[in-house]
């Protein structure tokens, strides 16, 4: 096997100067880019700004028998975009901080900043900064993201009041039945080779299952989630919610965050739940839709009066499925309703 | 041994809950803090930002044998507030994500955060928000933070000039010097118990220097570096450095990179060097002191034009020493001066 050069081969400088040459011309708000102490950036006027920060690490968020590192890079920025897009907030700057086993590739390094810097063009936002460290560990992926907001337009969790209708965006469940079927895969591929090199197994794991239609979504929408960015904008502006979260822990975790900050109640109606694949058993379905988490859709409340406003964001929306799934109670009690059947709404997902 | 309630034991969201209580009430310009999807602030009008994130790897930056938890907490914000002040910007807001092993002790993180939030109280910078997760490897502390800097006041690796005075502040070598002896007195206590708990081993490698005046500062230095903030803005505001960086890898990288982002080279005189502790082999001393890492001093160069300018911040900062050691060359060589014996600098530490 021919020596594939690693991490530690070409050390920190190299690295950033392989990062740097990937970057396009940062816009004019950029003062200082990469290279320098820190970057310095041009608030933008009159407007507030969101930052947020949230880690990828191996072994915990993600496995590298079955997500390549092009994976990775998406989703360590998406999971950030996911947050601004729950605040409302347009996408501005990010700084990317790496800790990378000694042994990773360089051309890993390099795949994981393709797949990182693809959705950052798409999603208007500039790698301005970052940091890189060894890890004698895991590989991870730490992104800091800030967005732009104005003062009247911010998305919190904290606004739901009794009587609003609760709202969820696209589907839920597809990322947890895509990640049972990448492990499932993965433990068969374990049988042929004992290790998978990185980026293979991910590939193999999406070919063993892609006649299976909605399995396939459920895979790419584990991998590569799309953060709801345009519709948390809009959702700001048009200010159609009065509360809004992204489903990163999973749907009962979102609406309890919801009702924690609210100081309210929830009543979730189990047959209105937009659940991606269908599967035989409904319970077990409803089970992994609301407890499992990565959807990264947005959970929102609205209040009747202001409908008019929702339906305006929709028609702007056409593509993207808005569905009401329950409404806020005064009495702080979060609950599932199945046919009449009233059960606590199951803890959601804990990464620890 | 009575049990340890480990951050397993307590989960993300107690965890949450440890560090919201632990902070103080934020300023007016935090309109949403810890606990939403993100942290919102209203920018500084008419203030660029300066924002930067660096992270601390246990087995790469730092040994739990001998740092204690409040020391890495500390560590890891002083980092991040030495770029800053490296920029000549004054701290405002942080973020922590903090990559914890299953069975770290609770009180663990807390000492952690209360070494954190001390030295965030005295430098003003306000903790918005962050993220927990779980390591199935090292303790790792990612801290990103912002400053605010008038647009004329930058100070960037960049803007050195041929005919530039080189200085830097404080003194060098005194955290490379610390580093030996606690990884000497952890090594000697090993001889009794195989593993040192979290914390212990700071006080005893702490106690085994405490008469040894010199190392016990440059212990101290290791430990919890001071970041020469208020002295970076004051260079700023008065515009008195062409460029400057902190020295976080080493006086020779320093150096090397103002070289480099100025396209110019430098001189440096070896006797000018403030090296403390001071050693009997004068060569060893110098080549620890300029190729050691961590002494958090600022290194900077001005115009001999504009050295009013520098005595007049001097005079603001009687208890800093600031040297001259050495100028800036047209010709890109980095080299050091050993009493007319020219040799290029040694190379500078990489973390990697």
Same mark, same amino acid.
């Given at each position: 096997?021919? $020596? ?15 990062? #740097?040459?990937r970057i396009p011309?940062?816009?004019?708000w950029?003062?200082v ?12 006027r ?8 949230d880690?990828?690490?191996e072994?915990? $968020? ?5 997500c ?5 890079? $998406? ?14 907030a ?7 901080s790496?800790?990378? +086993?000694?042994? !990773? ?6 795949s ?7 959705l ?9 900064g ?5 890890s004698?560990?895991?590989l991870s992926?730490?992104?800091?993201v800030?967005?732009?907001?104005h003062? =009247? #337009?911010?998305?919190? #969790?904290?606004g ?6 609760? &709202?969820v965006t696209?589907t ?5 039945a895509g990640?049972?079927a990448?492990? $499932?895969?993965?433990l068969?591929?374990?049988?042929d080779?004992n ?6 197994g ?8 892609a ?5 396939a979504?459920? %895979?790419?929408?584990y991998l590569?989630p ?9 959702l700001? =502006? ?11 822990d999973?749907?009962a975790?979102?609406v ?9 109640? *929830?009543?979730?109606? *189990? ?5 991606? +694949? ?14 499992g988490?990565?959807? &990264?859709?947005?959970?929102?409340t609205?209040? +009747?009066? !202001?409908?008019?406003r929702?339906?305006?964001? =929709? ?6 499925? %808005?569905t009401k799934?329950? #409404?806020v109670?005064?009495? =702080? ?11 606590e709404?199951?803890s959601?997902?804990?990464?620890f």
């Open positions: 096997m021919p $020596h594939t050069r690693s991490v530690a081969d070409i050390g920190e400088r190299a690295l950033i100067e392989r990062i #740097r040459a011309l940062p816009p004019s950029v003062i880019g990469i290279g320098d102490d820190g970057a310095v950036i041009e608030p933008e009159n407007l507030l700004e969101v930052i947020t920060t880690a990828l690490v072994g915990v $968020h993600f496995d590298r028998a079955f390549g590192p092009a994976d990775i890079g $998406h989703k360590a920025l998406a999971v950030n975009l996911s947050d601004l897009a729950a605040m409302g347009a996408p501005r700057a990010a700084l990317l790496l800790m990378l +086993p000694a042994d !990773l590739a360089v051309a890993d390094v390099d994981l900043l393709d797949g990182m810097l693809a950052a063009e798409r999603s208007r936002i500039s790698l301005v970052g940091n890189i460290s060894r004698p560990g895991p992926v730490d992104v800091t800030t967005g732009s907001v003062r =009247r #337009r911010i998305l919190t #969790r904290g739901a009041r009794a009587g609003d209708e609760i &709202y696209g839920i469940g597809g990322a947890a990640l049972r990448l492990q $499932h895969a993965a068969q591929s374990a049988h080779t290790a998978l090199p990185l980026g293979q991910n590939a193999r794991a999406r070919g063993a299952n006649e299976m239609e909605p399995l979504e459920g %895979i790419r929408r590569r799309e953060p709801r960015l345009r519709f948390g904008m809009l700001g =502006r048009n200010r159609a919610a009065r509360a809004c979260i992204d489903l990163s999973g749907l975790d979102g309890r965050q919801i009702a924690q900050a609210s100081g309210v109640g *929830a009543v979730i109606d *189990a047959h209105a739940l937009p659940i991606q +694949p269908k599967r035989a058993k409904m319970f077990e379905a409803i089970s992994e839709a609301i407890g988490g990565e959807d &990264y859709e947005l959970l929102f609205v209040s +009747p009066k !202001l409908r008019g929702l339906n305006g964001v =929709r028609r702007l929306v056409k593509d993207l499925a %808005i799934i329950g #409404r109670t005064a009495n =702080r009690a979060v609950v599932l309703d199945m046919d009449g059947r009233i059960e709404l199951p959601g997902f804990e990464h």
